[in-house]
């Protein structure tokens, strides 16, 4: 009990991090759909998709095999570090290098011309990220989840800052409201037309401040390149190349083909890039069940490592998963019955609440997302990597075949199906081959009517619809009120005497 607490304790400060910095920065979504039309805001989502998929390409699965070889030799973890990120400095030179030789040819033919400056800034973003991901893996390994979490925090927080800087004080100068003597200047240097470039900009500055904040994590390094011992590195990681890349495309390519696939006029009087501007922004919200996994992977990938050759272990993980499943079913119940007060406060354009519903399906798919995830710890503590790389690579597969079947036909309600699909076909595989090389006794009966009971509380208060919003609030909070007492009553022998956040339970 006492590793779960641990990994809870960690947990908790990752999420931490991960909420309070991504609750700051969601405080853009109603900037940006304040400044930016459905159109523009599209542009941002495009590119950030495309970036995506560079980001495994960047990294390729080196996270991981740095914790499998430290868990390993622990002695040897600081011969380790100047290892791998003397190879991340080395590819990550490397591929900056190819798109600042193609960038002006990328925008040309992403439909960007004359706008290569972005292209090069996000190749920049992309080195930095991947540079510092080692640093930020040992901080994980050393299980310092107190400065990890400052750091993320802080990095969040200062591109906040950039943003509202550029979309808010800039932009007011520009159009004379603020600073009228100033005026002039901004008429010249800022660029008006394509504000969205100021988003990417701001990135590239926030994110150039990491190298400074994780400057410590550097001490001692010094350049190492030795093949025979990187050989075994890269051959543990390449499938979780392929993985990181078909896992983007689980994630991100339903957003990138929208704006190809979905007929003109699909929508009434709104252009495909509009229509993807408001998927974009809708898709944002299940950020809230994202957060929560991006937290909990933090913590349990170094957790799973350092506890797979424990004779308790299969009992651990499987402990793990519930827990983990019924938080996220907590969340998933919550957010889906306010989603009418969340699209109030985050979209200033009503234009974007036309795709609210689509949210429920989003946070369901993530959930399945992070059971995969969850599952996944028998491919990793096994060495048997490859059979991950094809089960996100079916995963791609099944999402490229149907958002071209669906995206015609249904939009983006169409993409966010495909979504789910994916991810709950991904985390059944899984499954049925971790039975086999890894069995873990998990509850699969509980999770499976956690899943149920949340699924149909929110379709059946979802059928309730008052045109006061303040009596949806209240009406739809039953619900979640309901889910809440429903748990602790079926979980009350296991939380007696505990202590969360705080409240000892009875």
């Given at each position: 009990?006492?590793?779960?607490?641990?990994?809870?304790?960690?947990?908790?400060?990752y999420?931490?991090?991960?909420?309070?910095?991504?609750?700051?920065?969601?405080?853009?979504?109603?900037?940006?759909?304040?400044?930016?039309?459905?159109?523009?805001?599209?542009?941002?989502?495009?590119?950030?998709?495309?970036?995506?998929?560079?980001?495994?390409?960047?990294?390729?699965?080196?996270?991981?095999?740095?914790?499998?070889?430290?868990?390993?030799?622990?002695?040897?973890?600081?011969?380790?570090?100047?290892?791998?990120v003397?190879?991340?400095?080395?590819?990550?030179?490397?591929?900056?290098?190819?798109?600042?030789?193609?960038?002006?040819?990328?925008?040309?033919?992403?439909?960007?011309?004359?706008?290569?400056?972005?292209?090069?800034?996000?190749?920049?973003?992309?080195?930095?990220?991947?540079?510092?991901?080692?640093?930020?893996?040992?901080?994980?390994?050393?299980?310092?989840?107190?400065?990890?979490?400052?750091?993320?925090?802080?990095?969040?927080?200062?591109?906040?800052?950039?943003?509202?800087?550029?979309?808010?004080?800039?932009?007011?100068?520009?159009?004379?409201?603020?600073f009228?003597?100033?005026?002039?200047?901004?008429?010249?240097?800022?660029?008006?037309?394509?504000?969205?470039?100021?988003?990417?900009?701001?990135?590239?500055?926030?994110?150039?401040?990491?190298?400074?904040?994780?400057?410590?994590?550097?001490?001692?390094?010094?350049?190492?390149?030795?093949?025979?011992?990187?050989?075994?590195?890269?051959?543990?990681?390449?499938?979780?190349?392929?993985?990181?890349?078909?896992?983007?495309?689980?994630?991100?390519?339903?957003r990138?083909?929208?704006?190809?696939?979905?007929?003109?006029?699909?929508?009434?009087?709104?252009?495909?890039?509009?229509?993807?501007?408001?998927?974009?922004?809708?898709?944002?919200?299940?950020?809230?069940?994202m957060?929560?996994?991006?937290?909990?992977?933090?913590?349990?990938?170094?957790?799973?490592?350092?506890?797979?050759d424990?004779?308790?272990?299969?009992?651990?993980?499987?402990?793990?998963?519930?827990?983990?499943?019924?938080?996220?079913?907590?969340?998933?119940?919550?957010?889906?019955?306010?989603?009418?007060?969340?699209?109030?406060?985050?979209?200033?354009?009503?234009?974007?609440?036309?795709?609210?519903?689509?949210?429920?399906?989003?946070?369901?798919?993530?959930?399945?997302?992070?059971?995969?995830?969850?599952?996944?710890?028998?491919?990793?503590?096994?060495?048997?990597?490859?059979?991950?790389?094809?089960?996100?690579?079916?995963?791609?597969?099944?999402?490229?075949?149907?958002?071209?079947?669906?995206?015609?036909?249904?939009?983006?309600?169409?993409?966010?199906l495909?979504?789910?699909?994916?991810?709950?076909?991904?985390?059944?595989?899984?499954?049925?081959?971790?039975?086999?090389?890894?069995?873990?006794?998990?509850?699969?009966?509980?999770?499976?009517?956690?899943?149920?009971?949340?699924?149909?509380?929110?379709?059946?208060?979802?059928?309730?619809?008052?045109?006061?919003?303040?009596?949806?609030?209240?009406?739809?909070?039953?619900g979640?009120?309901?889910?809440?007492?429903?748990?602790?009553?079926?979980e009350?022998?296991?939380?007696?005497?505990?202590?969360?956040?705080?409240f000892?339970?009875?």
């Amino acid at each position: 009990m006492s590793k779960v607490k641990g990994l809870a304790g960690d947990t908790m400060w990752y999420g931490l991090s991960s909420i309070i910095g991504r609750m700051i920065s969601y405080l853009l979504v109603p900037l940006y759909t304040s400044v930016f039309l459905p159109g523009e805001y599209g542009i941002v989502t495009e590119l950030y998709a495309y970036t995506a998929f560079l980001y495994p390409i960047f990294t390729y699965g080196i996270e991981t095999a740095y914790f499998r070889f430290a868990n390993k030799n622990p002695e040897e973890e600081p011969a380790l570090f100047n290892l791998i990120v003397t190879l991340m400095i080395l590819t990550s030179t490397f591929f900056v290098g190819i798109l600042f030789y193609f960038g002006a040819d990328l925008a040309i033919w992403l439909d960007y011309p004359g706008k290569e400056m972005v292209f090069y800034w996000l190749a920049t973003v992309l080195a930095v990220d991947a540079i510092t991901s080692v640093p930020f893996a040992r901080l994980r390994f050393r299980k310092r989840a107190k400065k990890f979490a400052f750091i993320r925090f802080f990095n969040i927080a200062f591109a906040v800052v950039l943003n509202l800087f550029f979309l808010v004080f800039c932009l007011k100068i520009y159009e004379g409201v603020w600073f009228t003597e100033l005026q002039d200047f901004m008429l010249t240097h800022y660029d008006f037309e394509f504000k969205a470039k100021y988003v990417f900009l701001s990135n590239l500055i926030s994110n150039s401040l990491l190298i400074v904040l994780l400057i410590k994590e550097f001490n001692g390094f010094k350049p190492r390149f030795n093949w025979n011992k990187v050989s075994p590195i890269l051959l543990y990681a390449s499938p979780l190349l392929f993985m990181g890349l078909a896992g983007v495309t689980n994630e991100m390519l339903s957003r990138a083909l929208l704006k190809i696939w979905l007929p003109e006029g699909y929508y009434p009087d709104q252009t495909s890039m509009a229509a993807l501007g408001i998927f974009g922004a809708c898709y944002k919200l299940s950020v809230f069940m994202m957060l929560g996994i991006q937290a909990f992977r933090y913590a349990a990938e170094p957790f799973f490592f350092s506890n797979a050759d424990s004779k308790d272990s299969p009992k651990l993980f499987a402990n793990v998963m519930t827990g983990f499943v019924i938080f996220c079913t907590l969340v998933f119940v919550a957010i889906s019955l306010n989603l009418e007060v969340i699209g109030m406060i985050f979209f200033a354009n009503p234009a974007y609440r036309e795709g609210l519903y689509v949210v429920p399906i989003l946070l369901l798919a993530y959930l399945f997302n992070g059971i995969y995830y969850n599952l996944s710890v028998w491919y990793k503590v096994t060495d048997r990597t490859i059979y991950g790389a094809g089960i996100t690579i079916f995963g791609a597969m099944l999402t490229i075949l149907l958002n071209y079947i669906l995206i015609p036909v249904m939009g983006y309600f169409g993409s966010s199906l495909v979504t789910l699909v994916s991810y709950f076909s991904m985390a059944l595989i899984s499954y049925l081959f971790g039975r086999k090389f890894y069995p873990i006794p998990y509850q699969v009966s509980k999770i499976a009517i956690y899943l149920v009971l949340a699924s149909f509380l929110i379709w059946g208060f979802y059928q309730y619809d008052s045109d006061n919003w303040m009596i949806n609030f209240f009406i739809k909070n039953l619900g979640v009120l309901i889910f809440v007492l429903g748990t602790y009553l079926a979980e009350r022998k296991h939380l007696a005497g505990r202590v969360v956040f705080g409240f000892k339970f009875p």
